[in-house]
C-alpha cells in the first residue's frame, strides 16, 4: 500500500493523484430482492490493521498537500491570535454562590469558577472545576451536569477523546473534593437530582460487547440499544441503582428526566429515537423511595406518540410544556396535577416559538424565531396579554434566570460581534439592565463588516433564507471566494453565531461567508422541518443547490470559488451535492458526514435518524435512500471538484467508516481526475463535542488552507 506524494507544486494542473491503494472485495448484499456489491465493507472494522495503515497513508497524503501551502503558517497564526480573548458564560446561581465557566483565552477546555459575589468584578473568583487538569492533552471534557437545589454537590459528567461515553462524579461544593461515587456507560444522557440531594437521575446502556475490558472507548461501532432511566443514591455503588424505566420490547428508546426547580416532580420524557414526538410522565417526589420504587408507579401524563412535549417548569401543581400539538410553531398548554386538566396557556404565533423558561416573581420568557432572528419577550404567568418585548441587538439571545434568585443575566451574540452580555434585577426589570460584559477580539473591528439577509426561491418556488457576511465594499464581479454552510436536518436552526476563523476568512482572503436556512430545521416550525425530511430529503439538496446558483447569478462568486461546507448531516448535504451537481462547486469540505445511507442505522446511535433519513431496512425507504446516499451515487464520468472529508477515529455519533468508505469509492471511480479528494482523520478525537483548543485550531486551519489552496485564493495582511 503506498501513496505518491507529489503535490508540492499542485495548482489545477492536469496531474491525478496517485491515492494509497484501498482492496476491494467482492462482497455482496442482497437488499430487498437487489444484489449490491460493497467493496469497502472490510473498512467498518475501524481497529483492524489493514484500516489503520490505510488512514495513515491517507492522513499522509492530505498533509503533504496542506502543509505545502505557501500561507498556511498565516493561517494558524492568525486563527489562534483572534481566538485568544477571554470567553466568559453566563452566570448562575447555586444557593448562594455564583458559577460561570470562563476561558482565558486557548485554554483547551472552559474552565467553571465560583465565586460569592457576581457583581464583585475585581474578584475573578476560584477555580471550581478544570477539565484540562484530566488529561494532558487537554481531550478530556465536561458533559452533563446539575447542582443539589442547596448547591451543596454537583454531579457532573466526564468525556474523552470526543466520544459521547461520560463517566458521572460528584463533587462536594464546600470542599472541593469528589466523593468515591463513580457512574459510567452513561451517554446521551442529562443528569438531575432530587429536590433534597439524596441522588440523581440519569440514563446509561448496557456495556458493548465488543469492548468490555476495553478502557479506550468511543472507537466501537455496537448499536445503541436498551437505554434505561435510572437513579443512583448518593455514597452507593452503581451496581445498587435503580432502573426508573427499562422497555426491552422497544431498544431503541431513549429517556431523559428532569426534577422540577422545587423539587416537587420528576418529569420523564421517552422518545423513538430522535423522532420528535415524546410520551410525558411524571414522579411525585413526595412519595418516592428507591427503596421501594415500582416502575408501576410513574403518572403517565402523555402515553402516546403523538406530539412533541417540552417541559419548561412548574408552579405549584401546575406544569407547563412547549409542544406541537396541533401547533406547527408551537405553543404552550399547562397540565394540573391535582385535577388531572389540559388547559392551553399561549396560542400558537405565527413565528416559532423556540424556548420558554420560568423566572423570578412569576414571569415567564419565551424566544421566538422571526425570519431567522430570535426576539425574546417576558410577561407575567397571571397576564400573558402584559407581554414586554426585551429590546436587544439582532444577533442571538440566551438568558440565564431562575424562580428562586431575582438576578437575571442575558447574552446577544451577532455574526460580526463576539459576546455581549447584560444584568438586571427582575424587582426592577428590564429596564435597568446593563451591559456587564463584552468580549473583545483581537484585530477586529465589526464596523469594517456587512450582513445581509437574504430570501431567495428553490426549485420549488419556496422562498429560503440566507444570511450572507462579507467585508463592506466587497465587489459583486463574480470572483469572489464563498462559503455556502447549511445543515438542513433534524429540526435544528442554523442561528445567528460568531466565529473568529470566519472572520479571517473574510477578512484575510477577502471571502464571502453564506449561511442557507435550508429546509429540515426549524426555522418555520415543523412543516419546514417535515419539508425536508424522510421522502422531502431532496427539498434539502435543492435548497443548498439554488443557493449556490443564487450566489452565482448574482455575481457574489464564481463555480470555481465556491466552496461548499458542512458538518455530520451537513456532511451528507454536501457530499450529495457534489454528486449531483458537481459543476457547481469548486471545493466540497465534508466533516463528519453520513456516507453510507443503507447502513447508518446499524451503528452507535444511527437508528435514531431514521426519523429524517427513513429505515433501510423498509424497502420504500431505502429505494429512496438510494437516490442520494453519497457513497452509492458517485459517478466516475462527471468531473468533480476537490474534496476534502474530516472525521475523528474517536466519533461514537456518525462513526468514521462512512468517510473512509465515501473517500476511497471517491478516489477509485475518479483517480485520473485532476482535483484532490482526501480524507483527514484525527486521533483522539470525536464527533466535535468537548474538542481542545488546540485541536480546533490545527482543524481550522486545514480547513482554510485546503479552500484557498484548491481556490486559488491571494492571503492579505
Given at each position: 500500500?503506498k501513496?505518491?506524494v507529489?503535490v508540492?507544486?499542485w495548482?489545477h494542473s492536469n496531474?491525478a493523484?496517485t491515492y494509497?491503494?484501498?482492496?476491494?472485495?467482492d462482497?455482496t448484499e442482497?437488499l430487498?430482492?437487489?444484489?449490491?456489491?460493497?467493496?469497502?465493507?472490510?473498512?467498518?472494522d475501524?481497529d483492524?490493521?489493514?484500516?489503520?495503515?490505510?488512514?495513515g497513508?491517507e492522513?499522509?497524503?492530505?498533509?503533504?498537500?496542506?502543509?505545502s501551502y505557501e500561507h498556511?503558517?498565516?493561517?494558524y497564526s492568525?486563527?489562534?491570535?483572534?481566538?485568544d480573548y477571554e470567553?466568559h458564560g453566563l452566570?448562575w446561581?447555586?444557593?448562594?454562590k455564583?458559577?460561570?465557566f470562563?476561558?482565558t483565552g486557548?485554554?483547551n477546555?472552559?474552565?467553571?469558577?465560583?465565586k460569592?459575589?457576581?457583581n464583585?468584578k475585581a474578584e475573578k473568583?476560584?477555580?471550581f472545576?478544570d477539565?484540562?487538569?484530566?488529561?494532558?492533552e487537554?481531550?478530556s471534557?465536561?458533559?452533563?451536569?446539575?447542582?443539589?437545589?442547596?448547591?451543596?454537590?454537583?454531579?457532573y459528567?466526564?468525556?474523552?477523546k470526543g466520544?459521547d461515553?461520560?463517566?458521572?462524579h460528584v463533587r462536594?461544593?464546600?470542599t472541593?473534593?469528589?466523593?468515591?461515587?463513580?457512574v459510567?456507560?452513561?451517554?446521551h444522557?442529562?443528569?438531575?437530582?432530587d429536590?433534597?440531594?439524596?441522588?440523581?437521575?440519569?440514563s446509561?446502556y448496557?456495556?458493548?460487547?465488543?469492548?468490555?475490558g476495553n478502557?479506550?472507548l468511543?472507537?466501537?461501532?455496537?448499536?445503541?440499544r436498551d437505554?434505561r432511566l435510572c437513579y443512583?443514591?448518593?455514597?452507593?455503588?452503581?451496581?445498587?441503582?435503580?432502573?426508573i424505566?427499562?422497555d426491552?420490547?422497544t431498544?431503541?428508546?431513549m429517556?431523559g428526566?428532569?426534577?422540577?426547580?422545587d423539587?416537587?416532580y420528576?418529569i420523564?420524557?421517552s422518545?423513538k429515537?430522535?423522532?420528535?414526538e415524546?410520551?410525558v410522565?411524571c414522579?411525585e417526589m413526595?412519595?418516592f423511595?428507591?427503596?421501594?420504587?415500582k416502575?408501576?408507579?410513574i403518572?403517565?401524563?402523555?402515553d402516546e406518540?403523538?406530539?412533541n412535549?417540552?417541559f419548561?417548569?412548574?408552579?405549584?401543581?401546575?406544569?407547563?410544556f412547549?409542544?406541537?400539538?396541533n401547533a406547527?410553531?408551537?405553543?404552550?398548554?399547562?397540565y394540573d396535577?391535582?385535577?388531572?386538566e389540559?388547559?392551553d396557556?399561549?396560542?400558537e404565533s405565527e413565528?416559532?416559538?423556540?424556548?420558554?423558561?420560568m423566572g423570578?416573581g412569576?414571569?415567564?420568557y419565551v424566544?421566538?424565531?422571526?425570519?431567522v432572528k430570535?426576539?425574546?419577550?417576558y410577561f407575567?404567568?397571571?397576564?400573558?396579554?402584559?407581554?414586554?418585548?426585551?429590546?436587544?441587538?439582532?444577533?442571538?439571545v440566551?438568558?440565564?434566570?431562575?424562580?428562586k434568585h431575582?438576578?437575571?443575566?442575558y447574552?446577544v451574540?451577532?455574526f460580526?460581534?463576539?459576546k455581549?452580555?447584560?444584568?438586571?434585577?427582575?424587582?426592577?426589570?428590564p429596564?435597568?439592565?446593563?451591559?456587564?460584559?463584552?468580549?473583545?477580539?483581537?484585530d477586529?473591528?465589526s464596523?469594517?463588516?456587512?450582513?445581509?439577509?437574504?430570501?431567495?426561491?428553490?426549485k420549488d418556488g419556496?422562498?429560503?433564507?440566507?444570511?450572507?457576511?462579507?467585508?463592506k465594499?466587497?465587489k459583486r464581479?463574480?470572483?469572489?471566494m464563498c462559503?455556502?454552510?447549511g445543515?438542513?436536518g433534524?429540526?435544528v436552526s442554523?442561528d445567528v453565531?460568531f466565529?473568529?476563523?470566519?472572520?479571517?476568512?473574510i477578512?484575510n482572503f477577502n471571502?464571502?461567508y453564506?449561511l442557507?436556512?435550508i429546509?429540515?430545521?426549524l426555522e418555520?416550525?415543523e412543516?419546514?422541518?417535515?419539508?425536508g425530511?424522510?421522502?422531502?430529503?431532496?427539498?434539502c439538496f435543492?435548497d443548498f443547490?439554488?443557493?449556490?446558483?443564487?450566489l452565482?447569478?448574482?455575481?457574489?462568486?464564481?463555480p470555481?470559488?465556491q466552496?461548499?461546507?458542512?458538518?455530520?448531516?451537513?456532511?451528507?448535504?454536501v457530499?450529495?451535492?457534489a454528486?449531483q451537481?458537481?459543476?457547481?462547486f469548486?471545493?466540497?469540505?465534508?466533516s463528519?458526514?453520513?456516507?453510507d445511507?443503507t447502513?447508518?442505522?446499524?451503528?452507535?446511535?444511527?437508528?435514531?435518524?431514521?426519523?429524517?433519513?427513513?429505515?433501510?431496512?423498509?424497502?420504500e425507504d431505502?429505494?429512496?435512500?438510494?437516490?442520494?446516499?453519497?457513497y452509492h451515487n458517485?459517478?466516475?464520468?462527471?468531473?468533480?471538484?476537490?474534496i476534502?472529508c474530516q472525521t475523528?477515529?474517536h466519533?461514537d455519533?456518525?462513526v468514521?467508516?462512512?468517510?473512509?468508505?465515501y473517500?476511497?469509492e471517491?478516489?477509485?471511480k475518479?483517480k485520473?481526475?485532476?482535483?484532490p479528494?482526501?480524507?483527514?482523520v484525527?486521533v483522539?478525537?470525536?464527533?466535535?463535542g468537548?474538542?481542545p483548543?488546540e485541536?480546533?485550531i490545527?482543524e481550522l486551519?486545514d480547513?482554510?488552507?485546503?479552500?484557498?489552496?484548491?481556490?486559488g485564493?491571494s492571503?492579505?495582511d
Amino acid at each position: 500500500s503506498k501513496a505518491t506524494v507529489s503535490v508540492l507544486y499542485w495548482q489545477h494542473s492536469n496531474m491525478a493523484f496517485t491515492y494509497p491503494e484501498a482492496r476491494r472485495s467482492d462482497f455482496t448484499e442482497e437488499l430487498h430482492d437487489v444484489t449490491r456489491a460493497d467493496p469497502y465493507r472490510w473498512m467498518e472494522d475501524s481497529d483492524s490493521k489493514e484500516v489503520k495503515e490505510w488512514v495513515g497513508h491517507e492522513n499522509d497524503l492530505a498533509r503533504s498537500f496542506i502543509d505545502s501551502y505557501e500561507h498556511k503558517d498565516k493561517i494558524y497564526s492568525k486563527i489562534k491570535e483572534r481566538l485568544d480573548y477571554e470567553k466568559h458564560g453566563l452566570p448562575w446561581r447555586e444557593g448562594k454562590k455564583w458559577y460561570y465557566f470562563f476561558n482565558t483565552g486557548l485554554q483547551n477546555q472552559s474552565v467553571l469558577y465560583v465565586k460569592d459575589d457576581i457583581n464583585d468584578k475585581a474578584e475573578k473568583g476560584k477555580v471550581f472545576l478544570d477539565p484540562n487538569t484530566l488529561s494532558s492533552e487537554g481531550t478530556s471534557a465536561l458533559g452533563a451536569m446539575d447542582f443539589t437545589s442547596s448547591g451543596s454537590h454537583l454531579a457532573y459528567g466526564v468525556k474523552k477523546k470526543g466520544s459521547d461515553w461520560s463517566v458521572l462524579h460528584v463533587r462536594n461544593c464546600e470542599t472541593g473534593e469528589d466523593l468515591p461515587d463513580k457512574v459510567e456507560w452513561v451517554k446521551h444522557s442529562g443528569v438531575s437530582w432530587d429536590g433534597e440531594g439524596k441522588g440523581f437521575f440519569y440514563s446509561r446502556y448496557p456495556i458493548p460487547e465488543s469492548i468490555k475490558g476495553n478502557t479506550d472507548l468511543g472507537s466501537e461501532t455496537d448499536a445503541a440499544r436498551d437505554q434505561r432511566l435510572c437513579y443512583h443514591k448518593l455514597g452507593t455503588p452503581q451496581s445498587e441503582d435503580v432502573i426508573i424505566y427499562h422497555d426491552p420490547a422497544t431498544p431503541t428508546m431513549m429517556y431523559g428526566a428532569g426534577v422540577s426547580e422545587d423539587g416537587k416532580y420528576c418529569i420523564i420524557e421517552s422518545s423513538k429515537g430522535c423522532h420528535p414526538e415524546n410520551t410525558v410522565w411524571c414522579i411525585e417526589m413526595a412519595t418516592f423511595d428507591p427503596a421501594t420504587y415500582k416502575q408501576e408507579s410513574i403518572v403517565k401524563v402523555i402515553d402516546e406518540y403523538n406530539w412533541n412535549y417540552s417541559f419548561i417548569g412548574n408552579k405549584d401543581t401546575v406544569l407547563y410544556f412547549r409542544t406541537t400539538e396541533n401547533a406547527d410553531n408551537k405553543k404552550i398548554v399547562t397540565y394540573d396535577m391535582s385535577s388531572k386538566e389540559w388547559s392551553d396557556f399561549l396560542p400558537e404565533s405565527e413565528h416559532v416559538l423556540k424556548w420558554g423558561t420560568m423566572g423570578y416573581g412569576g414571569i415567564m420568557y419565551v424566544c421566538y424565531m422571526q425570519d431567522v432572528k430570535k426576539v425574546v419577550y417576558y410577561f407575567p404567568l397571571s397576564d400573558i396579554g402584559n407581554r414586554t418585548k426585551l429590546e436587544t441587538e439582532i444577533g442571538s439571545v440566551s438568558m440565564s434566570t431562575s424562580q428562586k434568585h431575582p438576578e437575571v443575566f442575558y447574552s446577544v451574540t451577532s455574526f460580526i460581534f463576539a459576546k455581549r452580555m447584560y444584568y438586571y434585577n427582575a424587582e426592577e426589570g428590564p429596564a435597568k439592565a446593563t451591559l456587564w460584559y463584552e468580549a473583545k477580539v483581537s484585530d477586529h473591528d465589526s464596523s469594517k463588516f456587512e450582513v445581509e439577509q437574504v430570501f431567495y426561491p428553490s426549485k420549488d418556488g419556496t422562498k429560503v433564507p440566507m444570511f450572507l457576511v462579507y467585508k463592506k465594499g466587497m465587489k459583486r464581479d463574480g470572483n469572489n471566494m464563498c462559503m455556502l454552510y447549511g445543515y438542513g436536518g433534524f429540526r435544528v436552526s442554523m442561528d445567528v453565531s460568531f466565529s473568529t476563523s470566519l472572520l479571517t476568512f473574510i477578512n484575510n482572503f477577502n471571502g464571502v461567508y453564506a449561511l442557507a436556512n435550508i429546509r429540515g430545521g426549524l426555522e418555520y416550525g415543523e412543516k419546514w422541518w417535515k419539508g425536508g425530511a424522510l421522502k422531502q430529503k431532496q427539498n434539502c439538496f435543492d435548497d443548498f443547490m439554488y443557493a449556490a446558483k443564487y450566489l452565482q447569478e448574482t455575481k457574489i462568486t464564481c463555480p470555481a470559488k465556491q466552496i461548499i461546507r458542512g458538518g455530520s448531516n451537513g456532511g451528507t448535504l454536501v457530499a450529495a451535492c457534489a454528486n449531483q451537481a458537481p459543476e457547481l462547486f469548486g471545493c466540497v469540505m465534508a466533516s463528519v458526514g453520513v456516507m453510507d445511507m443503507t447502513r447508518f442505522h446499524k451503528f452507535t446511535i444511527g437508528a435514531a435518524w431514521r426519523s429524517d433519513f427513513g429505515d433501510p431496512d423498509v424497502k420504500e425507504d431505502y429505494d429512496y435512500i438510494m437516490t442520494y446516499s453519497p457513497y452509492h451515487n458517485i459517478d466516475g464520468t462527471k468531473k468533480y471538484p476537490a474534496i476534502l472529508c474530516q472525521t475523528g477515529d474517536h466519533d461514537d455519533r456518525v462513526v468514521p467508516l462512512h468517510t473512509y468508505k465515501y473517500i476511497a469509492e471517491m478516489q477509485y471511480k475518479c483517480k485520473s481526475q485532476e482535483n484532490p479528494f482526501f480524507a483527514l482523520v484525527e486521533v483522539d478525537a470525536g464527533h466535535g463535542g468537548g474538542k481542545p483548543t488546540e485541536k480546533v485550531i490545527a482543524e481550522l486551519t486545514d480547513t482554510y488552507t485546503f479552500m484557498a489552496k484548491v481556490c486559488g485564493a491571494s492571503w492579505t495582511d
